[in-house]
């Protein structure tokens, strides 16, 4: 079955600290893959996507992430992470034409101020 | 700036009652997705349509959740009777499907969601 792993499910960090938070998945044929955020209380909006092309996606409010394909990976990153970043992640992956997203089950993030 | 609007934003009734929830999807978007949100089980998806139609409602319980479109801008899903355990957030999302919309597999769009307490 496909799947999404989000290796871990509570990160803490300092304020600068530089993040990245894991993302796998199982499915082998093409994807579309997504990073979405949830701040507290708040509903998950759209961090930034990947289709095609640049394997290097550059999304919202500085974080990044990286697209490798020989690893069914989707790592998430930010060089410097602030107290506003405290919010839980979730990677999603859907397969090009498919219209379900299978989400991952979410990185709870917290920096320390 | 278009969105997703979801009514209510909180409910809370008592066991055994019903439970509609509404969600108003971004005008143009032909596929509706609802999820629920807990501690425990994280983001499940419970249904979803494309141009009003059920593709897949595998992940709702049958006897008691039902989702419907009755119109391209109102999903409705509904609890009766309520129970305890379906104390959720519940999230509606639209988008379009892929191969429209700008990108290929286009983005799910969130709304607020409802926050349902069943005491």
């Known amino acids: 079955a496909q799947s999404v792993s989000q290796h871990n499910h509570h990160v803490i960090l300092s304020e600068a600290a530089s993040l990245e938070l894991g993302c796998n998945y199982s499915?082998?044929?093409?994807?579309?893959l997504f990073w979405y955020v949830q701040y507290p209380g708040q509903h998950l909006q759209l961090l930034l996507k990947?289709?095609?092309?640049?394997?290097l996606v550059k999304g919202i409010k500085g974080f990044e992430a990286e697209f490798i394909k020989s690893k069914f990976s989707f790592n998430l990153r930010k060089p410097s992470v602030q107290w506003s970043d405290t919010a839980e992640y979730f990677c999603?992956?859907?397969?090009?034409?498919?219209?379900?997203?299978?989400f991952g089950k979410g990185t709870r993030l917290h920096i320390l101020p | 700036d278009a969105r997703v609007t979801q009514t209510p934003r909180h409910k809370v009734t008592e066991m055994g009652q019903e439970v509609t929830m509404r969600c108003q999807p971004i005008?143009?978007?032909?596929?509706v997705f609802w999820y629920r949100q807990t501690m425990m089980q994280g983001l499940e998806l419970l249904a979803y349509?494309?141009?009003?139609?059920?593709?897949?409602d595998s992940g709702m319980p049958k006897d008691r959740f039902s989702a419907e479109m009755p119109d391209a801008t109102l999903a409705t899903l509904k609890i009766q009777p309520s129970e305890p355990r379906d104390s959720a957030v519940y999230f509606c999302?639209?988008?379009?499907?892929?191969?429209?919309?700008?990108?290929?597999?286009?983005?799910?769009?969130f709304g607020p969601g409802t926050r349902l307490t069943v005491l």
């Open positions: 999302a639209s988008g379009l499907p892929p191969g429209q919309g700008i990108n290929m597999g286009d983005t799910q769009y």
């Open positions: 499915y082998g044929g093409t994807v579309n």
């Open positions: 990947y289709f095609s092309g640049d394997p």
């Open positions: 999603a992956v859907t397969p090009n034409r498919d219209d379900k997203i299978i």
């Open positions: 005008l143009g978007h032909n596929t």
């Open positions: 349509f494309r141009n009003r139609a059920p593709l897949d």
